[in-house]
T-cell receptor, first 113, second 110 residues
Framework: SQTIHQWPATLVQPVGSPLSLECTVE??????LYWYRQAAGRGLQLLFY??????ISSEVPQNLSASRPQDRQFILSSKKLLLSDSGFYLC????????????FGQGTRLTVV | AQRVTQPEKLLSVFKGAPVELKCNYS??????LFWYVQYSRQRLQLLLR??SRESIKGFTADLNKGETSFHLKKPFAQEEDSAMYYC????????????FGKGTRLHILP
């Protein structure tokens, strides 16, 4: 069966420090991968998505970037965190087939101090 | 551009009363619509998808292309329905991204 792992679950980082959140999927190949930020009152905001290795589409210009170095690995990064980067980040994957849903990781609570 | 609108942030309904969570979308292609639910301290998970025309936990949703709506309905609310509900659109015949509405918190009153 397919599983998605996202870590860490919580993270506290100082302003100006770098960030790396990792997400891996098991049990499937060539998945679509997504990074979302969930905030109260704003819902799930799509940040990045990828339909293949090295293919990254950015939805919101910001202080973050994403990379897909391997088929089932998706990384969210920042060189210098801002206070406004605090939030709950969710990784998700889906099969690139019509009618299929997205499966979500447990999320990472990032607090920038 | 694709857009999903959920006009209600919070919906409070008495147990046994009907529930309707509204969702409107904007998309020029053939849409794929989904409802996701997030119970307290649990992962976001699929509730139902329009393409299956299914009923899950008593919930149904009909895609109305004329009104560009995909409202979620249940005839008799139960306390365990209290959760956060998100409507989502998958742009299959464009770039295959999945976008979500802002969500509606459903609170079932005893």
């Amino acid at each position: 069966s397919q599983t998605i792992h996202q870590w860490p679950a919580t993270l506290v980082q100082p302003v100006g420090s770098p960030l790396s959140l990792e997400c891996t999927v098991e049990g499937t190949s060539n998945p679509n991968l997504y990074w979302y930020r969930q905030a109260a009152g704003r819902g799930l905001q799509l940040l990045f998505y990828s339909v293949g290795i090295g293919q990254i589409s950015s939805e919101v210009p910001q202080n973050l970037s994403a990379s897909r170095p391997q088929d089932r690995q998706f990384i969210l990064s920042s060189k210098k965190l801002l206070l406004s980067d605090s939030g709950f980040y969710l990784c998700a994957w889906s099969v690139p087939r019509r009618g299929t849903e997205a499966f979500f990781g447990q999320g990472t609570r990032l607090t920038v101090v | 551009a694709q857009r999903v609108t959920q006009p209600e942030k919070l919906l409070s309904v008495f147990k046994g009363a009907p529930v309707e969570l509204k969702c409107n979308y904007s998309y020029s292609g053939s849409p794929e619509l989904f409802w996701y639910v997030q119970y307290s301290r649990q992962r976001l998970q699929l509730l139902l998808r329009h393409i299956s025309r299914e009923s899950i936990k008593g919930f149904t949703a009909d895609l109305n292309k004329g009104e560009t709506s995909f409202h979620l309905k249940k005839p008799f609310a139960q306390e365990e329905d209290s959760a956060m509900y998100y409507c989502a659109l998958r742009a299959w015949n464009r770039d295959d991204k999945i976008i979500f509405g802002k969500g509606t918190r459903l609170h079932i009153l005893p």
